[in-house]
């Protein structure tokens, strides 16, 4: 019965109104949200293992007798994931640790053939790192955040289970068995869904430049846990639940605002939170329950017998290594590359861009990719002209057509093409997104012919002008009475007359300015 309620999709539209009720009682209660995040690193090879690290590849064909757990077998270390660890560490500002231990972390599960993973629970490799990211709400100020970043530890993952329902049987995939990761495990200093995915999207940003991770969440490359709980203000920390199995940065979001209106509403109707275990269903948009954690689960963390310490080279020069089997660390931070906080302040001080344009163009590289070839190669164009042309009409039109920005047909031929041509004025904004549409469905056709051929040309001769206004005037008698009698905001009734009499061609500025001249008289 309860969990037959919880896939209603009508009981999740309740329970979003019975939180609206409970948010007003517990004013003085906060929610605190921890994550933790698993990176699949970009390597050739497996973590301990020469079996290759590659997805999509047929079924059980990148499995090494290590990977199986066949007797006899030993790990030895990539050193690759031991750097490119490092980097990411030094990136978040985190304490490399000298010496770092590696340990046996023991459960059963059917594609875990060994019976435990090689983790690093006691001396991870890095410590006492902090994350700082924008928080954008929409209909709201932009925002920073800091996380503390507790361990970011090197890890190997388990396999993959196929459960075939009609043939009632489950079959194990062993070619993720052995794959890199990093586990990053960030403090509760998170407090709403958005605050978690702006987290997130920082992260997959610094990822991403540091060419550690695919970040692919489809494909399981990252995978993201969220511990939430609820308290009353002043009091510590309630129980909490975690909620696994998020697909994407949006179900991050959706996920943990889901999970913590239950929790308010549970609270507010005299019951108590129970430290479980739960899923996210992205269909019913609800968390349902998997298994409880009253019970703590003894892992036998014992130390990995068949490997040594990890040893590093914390010596500030980066030539100071005395033998090359001891990673140095200065050696592997000095090429690290402009990271995201850094790329946004730079756009801020050299284009005077307000932040939330600066967020958004990092945010999406292909948007920042465009805008920085177009600012050098015509420097002539207006940044501001490029940053709302980019994010107002051409991430919109993405987001109404539902794909990204890396889906869309237009080159970046197009893109300058219609931006010199807004810039002369040769065409205005309306017509720049009927080009999107245009060019999106035939990138093979020119904007030069588009424009000729679909006449789409600015209205911008005086006479021309002149006499759209007056129509306008003439079909508008109530907008010209209103303004005259002082409401300025009428204006906007006769301007959009005037576009949609010269089929939304005619130079609005010009429009604008005829109109007042005439209404004065």
Not at 34 to 58: C, D, I, M, R, Y
Not at 59 to 74: I, M
């Amino acid at each position: 019965m309860y969990r037959k309620l919880l896939f209603s999709k009508s009981s999740c539209r309740r329970l979003s109104t019975q939180y609206q009720v409970a948010k007003a009682q517990l004013q003085d209660w906060k929610s605190v949200v921890g994550l933790e995040v698993h990176a699949q690193l970009l390597t050739k090879s497996k973590l301990f293992s020469g079996s290759s690290n590659v997805f999509g590849a047929p079924l059980n064909t990148a499995v090494s007798y290590f990977d199986a757990s066949l007797p006899g077998t030993l790990p030895v270390l990539n050193r690759k994931c031991v750097e490119i660890g490092i980097k990411t560490a030094a990136a978040l500002g985190c304490r490399i640790n000298e010496v770092s231990m590696f340990d046996r972390k023991h459960y059963f599960y059917a594609d875990l053939p060994v019976g435990y993973q090689i983790t690093q629970q006691r001396a991870a490799l890095a410590n006492d790192g902090e994350l700082k990211f924008p928080v954008i709400v929409p209909g709201k100020k932009t925002y920073y955040k800091k996380a503390r970043l507790l361990q970011l530890q090197l890890e190997q993952d388990s396999g993959k289970s196929l459960h075939d329902e009609e043939l009632k049987r489950s079959l194990v995939d062993l070619n993720r068995a052995g794959a890199p990761l990093i586990e990053l495990v960030f403090a509760p200093d998170l407090e709403t869904g958005e605050e978690a995915s702006s987290l997130v999207k920082e992260l997959i940003l610094i990822l991403k430049s540091l060419h550690a991770c695919s970040c692919k969440m489809e494909e399981g490359a990252l995978r993201v846990d969220a511990n939430i709980s609820i308290h009353k203000c002043g009091e510590p920390f309630g129980v909490r639940t975690e909620v696994k199995n998020i697909g994407s940065v949006r179900s991050i979001s959706q996920a943990i605002t889901y999970e913590i209106q239950r929790q308010f509403d549970v609270v507010s109707k005299g019951g108590t939170i129970t430290n479980e275990t739960r899923s996210w269903d992205a269909t019913t948009r609800c968390t349902i329950p998997m298994r409880d954690k009253e019970v703590l689960q003894d892992y036998r963390f014992m130390p990995e017998p068949n490997l040594p310490p990890l040893r590093l080279n914390l010596s500030s020069s980066a030539d100071s290594s005395t033998s090359s089997d001891i990673i140095s660390v200065a050696s592997i931070t000095k090429d690290i590359p402009e990271l995201p906080e850094d790329t946004r302040s730079n756009l801020i001080k050299t284009y005077q861009l307000n932040q939330d344009v600066a967020v958004i163009l990092v945010n999406e590289p292909v948007l920042l990719e465009y805008f920085l070839n177009v600012i050098e190669h015509i420097p002539s164009i207006p940044a501001k002209l490029v940053t709302n042309f980019l994010i107002n009409d051409l991430l919109t039109f993405c987001n109404k057509a539902n794909i990204d920005v890396e889906s869309c047909q237009l080159t970046y031929t197009h893109l300058e093409d219609i931006l010199t041509a807004l810039n002369a004025g040769t065409i205005n904004l309306q017509a720049c997104r009927q080009l999107i549409e245009f060019l999106h469905q035939d990138p093979t056709q020119n904007v030069q012919t588009l424009i000729r051929d679909r006449n789409m040309e600015q209205i911008t001769e005086d006479e021309t002008i002149e006499q759209l206004c007056r129509q306008a005037i003439e079909r508008q008698e109530q907008a010209v009475k209103q303004y005259k009698s002082g409401k300025k905001k009428a204006l906007f009734a006769i301007v959009g007359e005037v576009s949609k009499l010269s089929k939304q061609k005619a130079n609005m500025k010009m429009v604008v300015a005829y109109l007042e001249k005439m209404l004065k008289s």
